[in-house]
């Protein structure tokens, strides 16, 4: 069974840094180009960072360039999101998935909650 599970939110003050982890199980994870996804009610869901599935090429959403790194450990089947500079407009849900610009993607998990602020 595919199953993901995303840790590692928190309430922190701005400019302030937090991990985050994606544990994922029942999926060939290093086959897959994975992604992290945010989500608010204003905005909806949105791209923040992709990596591909070997070979360590990522992607950056412009409004976390410089300041989010994306990585994955494929032994692990884990994928990370190391955040500094936090900003109170980073607050949202954060999601890993497939990357869905390559194909279709797994059962969401629950998300972990990201709040910034003073």
């Known amino acids: 069974q595919e199953q993901i599970v995303e840790s590692g939110g928190g309430l922190v003050q701005p400019g302030e840094s937090l991990k985050l982890a994606c544990r994922t199980s029942g999926i060939n994870f290093e086959n897959y180009a994975m992604a992290w996804y945010r989500q608010t009610p204003r905005i909806g869901r949105e791209l923040v960072a992709a990596?591909?599935?070997?070979?360590?090429?990522?992607e950056y959403a412009h409004f976390v360039e410089g300041r989010f790194a994306i990585s994955r450990d494929n032994a692990k089947r884990t994928l990370y999101l190391e955040m500094n500079s936090l900003k109170a407009e980073d607050t949202a849900i954060y999601y890993c998935n497939r990357d869905e610009r390559y194909g279709a993607q797994f059962p969401w998990g629950q998300g972990t909650q990201v709040t910034v602020s003073s």
């Open positions: 990596i591909v599935a070997v070979g360590g090429f990522t």
